[in-house]
C-alpha cells in the first residue's frame, strides 16, 4: 500500500513562532487532507488540497502532487495549535484512506 | 447541522468480552468509515460502509466487524477482545457522489480499554 511519511514527528515552538510540517506520499493521490487532532482525540479538518494553495487566517497548505508532497504553515503559533497533525490520502485506483504517523506540536507560552 | 456522534465516549471491557460501538453520521451523509488509532500503529483504516453495504475493508481479523442501518447510521463489534484491542477508534462520514473531493468527517471517538 501507499506509504504517507510526515515531518518533523515531534516539533516544540515558542509561542508567536512560525513552522512548516511536511507530509511526503508514495503513489499518486486524488484526494488530500490535513487534519489537527486536538487533545481529547477530536480530529479537525483543515484542510483539502489534492494540489494548489490554501489559506485559511494563519494556516496554509501547499500540494504539488508530481512531487507527491503536501506542507502545512502554521504562522504565528498559539498555544491552542498544539496537537498532532496528520495528512491523510486517497490514491487513484482506492477508496480508502492512508494516514500519515502524524507531527506532534507543542507551543509554548 | 450536528456533527458526528459516538457512543459510548469511553468504555472498559475484559478480555474475551465483546463490544458494540456505535456511530451517527451527519444529516444527508451516507458514507461512514471506522478508524482505530493506537500509539504504535497509528490511525489505520478499519472499513467502509455506504448505502448498508461495506465498500471498503482494511486489514483486520474477522473478529473486527461492522454494518450499516437504512438511517446512515453505524455500529461496529469487535469479538473476543484482546488486550491489544485498547484504542482510540474513530469514525467519520462523508458525502458520496464527490468523486475525488469527498472530505471526511471526524466523531469525538470511542475510548476502548481492554483489561
Redesign the interface.
Known sequence: GIQVEQSPPDLILQEGANSTLRCNFSDSV??L?W?HQNP??????LF?I?SGTKQNGRLSATTVATERYSLLYISSSQTTDSGVY?C?V?VLT??????G??TSLTVIP | KAGVTQTPRYLIKTRGQQVTLSCSPISGHRSV?W?Q?TPGQ????LF?YFSETQ??K?NFPGRFSGRQFSNSRSEMNVSTLELGDSA?Y?C?SSLPGQ????????G??T?LLVL
Do not use: K
Open positions: 486524488n484526494n487532507q487534519f481529547w482525540g477530536q480530529l479537525i479538518n483539502y489534492p496528520f491523510a486517497r482506492g477508496n480508502q484512506f492512508y494516514f504517523t502524524g | 468509515s478508524y488509532q497509528g490511525l489505520q483504516f467502509e465498500r471498503n482494511g482510540l474513530l467519520a468523486g475525488a473531493r469527498e472530505t471526511q468527517y471526524f469525538p471517538g475510548r
